[in-house]
């Protein structure tokens, strides 16, 4: 039977991360269309603060590495693990979200298993041994459908296009493994984390993003995403200018969100923010200008000035929950 | 630096300098982001005709870390690009932003991840930079894979998205000095890299792989002068059949489409008539 290997990813704090739940789901769609069994791999320090939560999510086996070097994730010691797991069980499908360890880590490991990958995918076509990807090119301008030629095939999941995979589920077997680790030309110096008390912005039902319209005063905005329960979230131009941490950027080249609202404040829309958010299932505008192009995939754009509307919107809604 | 005999290394820079780089740096020729990407109704490519072309983004952000790490230690910039000979647009761009020499591959047809990095790893074999830089991701596949698949196929570090604690504002960048940091013994290279949730700082040993995210610098303007000089630097050309490398491709591309269009929604006067749209149609607060 084919195998499809799906890569957990720990966060810092030692939880799993939510996208892994979004890529188990992806690797089970994957798994039914090409009729193969689902499998989850964790690299970790401490594998049994998460092992008990994987093995409930569908997998037939889940397997486990423990060691020291697994602390701080690093490509050189990750891939070749990872890839040692995949030969040896004869993984023809490897894959896990994409998040900023799934985009380091999965191209290095599909070049150790000589296979071919794609990035982002948002759907698996097809069943048996004829399985395509569809991903976006073009910053989500043209979605292609690519087949990948090689023996064993990689790839990384959008996470906001699979449902997350349901705990409870027949219990996976639980399987140690020992991978040689390979001594690491790079070392881990730090991580300087960005703690927020707001939910993460690729999690969140509510997602409230600040543009150049702001000029950098984002009070309001989080005033608003305070009241909402909402993540805070920011253009290309707002993380340039140093106005808000880096990871709070939406688009092509940060995050991919598809909350159930989404508020642009001062944003114009250009298609490399558009490619990060188009798909949140409410999207309101609010934006001086009323020729901006974000207006064109919202739902409820409001012609007005930032400072004014979000006060005002904070108090109405307020008002509206009391 | 490492491993590379000083008599193979261009002298054009003093020797006062600490320490000498040689950096390669790629420059892929991609659509300009600026221009509204259609797909053909057959579906067989997008819409090429009246397309702009450019120097993809995250590239020319290399180049120009490659241009402040050599004018800090010494070194040269020798930049790569791989395609038809439209491609020597793009290297002379580099060249006019101040690259000393470039390499162009020749090779017109598909083209994957694998094969560009294939390719890539024959020519870093034949010039033994200290450091490759290269962007996170090209602006037409967003597959942000080649970095990573050279630093497999060399057996090198990698340090990916590399970016820095300053922003592009601050005073650090107006002074152009280089966010990567080599070593004092110029034997490797700290990079700070933009990863979910913050910034993470590695220590790779040289020659290492790095790729470029948005904030690592702004990248300058080619001068006049510039672009002057630049016609007269050497390109030297190869093909993949010289480098022995075959590209045929394993991602193959079935068909393209276009997203699914969404539709532009009302505009409403006034925040009583936002909520209460929220409220009763959209039912999200
Ligand atoms: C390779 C590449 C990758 C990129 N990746 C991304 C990405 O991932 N994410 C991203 O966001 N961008 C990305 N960009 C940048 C993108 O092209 C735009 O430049 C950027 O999104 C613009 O940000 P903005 O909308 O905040 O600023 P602007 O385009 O300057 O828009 C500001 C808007 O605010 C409005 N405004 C001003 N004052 C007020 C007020 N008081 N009240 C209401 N409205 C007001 C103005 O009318 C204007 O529409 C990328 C670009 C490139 C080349
Ligand atoms: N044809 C090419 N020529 C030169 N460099 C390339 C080419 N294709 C990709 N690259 C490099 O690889 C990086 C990542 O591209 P990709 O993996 O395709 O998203 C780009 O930013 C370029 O630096």
Known sequence: ?322 | MVDVPVSCRSREYPLFKEKDVKILVTAKRVEDPESKIKVKPDGSDIVREGLKYKINPFDEIGVEEGLRLVAKHGGEVVVVSIGGKEVQEQLRHALAMGAQRAVWVNHTGALDQMGVAGLLQKVVEKEKPDLVVLGKQSIDDDQNQVGQYLAEYLGWGQATFASKVESLESEQEKSKTPALQVGADGKTVQVVREVDNGLATLECQLPAVVTTDLRLNLPRYASLPGIMKAKSKPIEELTPEKLGVDVTPKVQVVKLASPPERKAGIKVPDVATLVDKLRNEAKVV
């Open chain 1, 1 to 322: 039977m084919p195998i499809v290997l799906i890569v957990a990813e720990q966060q810092p704090d030692g939880n799993l991360r939510k996208a892994t739940l979004n890529a188990v789901g992806a690797g089970q769609q994957l798994a039914e269309k090409a009729g193969a069994e689902l499998h989850v791999v964790l690299l970790s320090k401490e594998p049994s603060k998460v092992s008990e939560e994987l093995k409930g999510l569908g997998a037939k086996v889940v397997h486990t590495a423990e060691a020291p070097e697994f602390e701080h994730y690093l490509a050189e010691t990750f891939a070749p693990a990872v890839a040692e797991l995949a030969k040896s069980l004869n993984a023809d499908y490897v894959g896990m979200a994409s998040t900023a360890m799934g985009k380091d880590l999965m191209p290095r490991v599909a070049a150790r298993l000589q296979a071919a990958m794609a990035t982002d995918v948002m759907a698996f076509n097809g069943s048996g041994a004829d399985i395509s990807f569809s991903r976006p090119m073009w910053a989500g301008n043209v979605f292609a459908e690519v087949k990948l030629t090689t023996p064993v095939k990689a790839f990384t999941v959008r996470p906001t296009e699979f449902p997350a995979a349901e705990g409870g589920q027949a219990a996976a077997e639980v399987k140690a493994f020992s991978p040689k680790v390979e001594a690491s030309r790079t070392k881990f110096v730090d991580f300087k984390e960005v703690k927020s008390a707001r939910p993460e912005l690729t999690e969140a039902r509510v997602v409230i993003s600040g543009g150049r319209g702001t000029k950098g005063d984002f009070k309001e905005i989080e005033a608003l995403a305070d009241l909402l329960g909402a993540a805070v979230g920011a253009s290309r131009a707002v993380c340039d200018a140093g106005w808000v941490p880096n990871d709070l950027q939406v688009g092509q080249t940060g995050k991919v969100v598809a909350p159930q609202l989404y508020i642009a404040a001062g944003i114009s829309g250009a298609i490399q923010h558009l490619a990060g958010m188009k798909s949140s299932k409410t999207i309101v505008a609010i934006n001086k200008d009323a020729e901006a192009p974000i207006f064109q995939v919202a739902d409820y754009g409001m012609v007005a000035d930032l400072f004014k509307v979000l006060p005002e919107l904070r108090e109405a809604l307020e008002k509206a929950k009391s």
